[in-house]
């Protein structure tokens, strides 16, 4: 079980200056951010790092909603970090997202839902070297 996670302000959350209320949660959470980055991710870039969706219907509005306004990316560390972080934010859609979760307290909708984590530790790998490709292993 690795230790770390990708988490990513999303531009719905940064629009509302949601970033230190989502750093307090993680803070409370025992998580460790060892980097943490706001960007503006270009239409290529958001496509590349959702490629994985490329063929579902929502890949196109994902892709504009995430190129749309400036993102905070973070490397987030901690015990059992990736399913930490799941459970912390709250299901894909804030409708269905359990009380007291991130996305249950301030996400706009399943497309605008304010942050991201990465799925599995594998993934977590991916991404983090994604965003930070100078960090250390
Ligand atoms: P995220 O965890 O970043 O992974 C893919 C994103 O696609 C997801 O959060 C949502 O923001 C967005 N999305 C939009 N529509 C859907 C959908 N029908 N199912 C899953 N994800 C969706």
Redesign the pocket.
């Known amino acids: 079980m690795s230790n770390k996670t990708l988490m ?1 302000i ?1 531009p719905d959350a940064v629009k509302r200056q949601d970033m230190g209320y989502i750093l307090s949660r993680i803070k409370a959470a025992g998580f460790k951010v060892r980097r943490l980055e706001m960007k503006r991710l270009s239409v290529d870039k958001a496509k590349d790092f ?1 490629k994985v ?1 490329a063929e ?3 890949y196109d ?2 892709v504009s ?1 995430m190129s749309s306004g400036p993102v905070v990316v973070g490397w987030l560390e901690r015990e059992n970090a990736v399913n930490s972080w799941r459970q912390l934010i709250g299901a ?2 804030p409708a269905e997202a359990a009380v007291g979760t991130i996305r249950k307290d301030i996400a706009e909708s ?4 304010s ?3 990465s ?1 599995s530790d594998e993934n977590a790998e991916i991404e983090l070297n994604f965003f930070f490709e100078d960090r250390p292993h």
């Open positions: 990513i999303k959702y969706h579902r219907p929502f509005s994902l909603f894909t859609n399943l497309e605008a839902n942050v991201h984590g799925d």
